[in-house]
Nanobody, 121 residues
């Protein structure tokens, strides 16, 4: 099976920076797209950033210019560099990946457990 393990969440003051990491492990053949979602209290989960296997990226307008998503294919890891953080960035951040498993014939979708990011004013 496959697991996604996140790290890097925490408490930071407005204007500060934080770097999230998510490492995939297990019976993986190839990872397709990797994504970061977030969910604030009382809000729906939203897509924050995505990066394809070819390196193409997309961001929600609210974080564009402040956040950068990247990946290290050798480590099966995706990163989210968050700069100029604002209180409205406070949320639980979730890592997501769709991938081909060993001995599989279709894409599978996996989620991390989530990591709390809190930005104080």
């Amino acid at each position: 099976q496959v697991q996604l393990v996140e790290s890097g969440g925490g408490l930071v003051q407005a204007g500060g920076s934080l770097r999230l990491s998510c490492a995939a492990s297990g019976s993986i053949s190839k990872i397709n797209t990797m994504r970061w979602y977030r969910q604030a209290p009382g809000k729906l989960r939203e897509l924050v950033a995505a990066i394809t296997s070819g390196g193409s990226t997309n961001y929600v307008v609210a974080v564009k210019g402040r956040f950068t998503i990247s990946r290290d294919n050798a480590k099966n890891t995706v990163y989210l560099q968050m700069n100029s953080l604002k209180p409205e960035d406070t949320a639980v951040y979730y890592c997501n990946a769709d991938l081909w498993r060993l001995a599989g014939d279709r894409l599978y979708d996996y989620w991390g457990q989530g990591t709390q990011v809190t930005v104080s004013s």
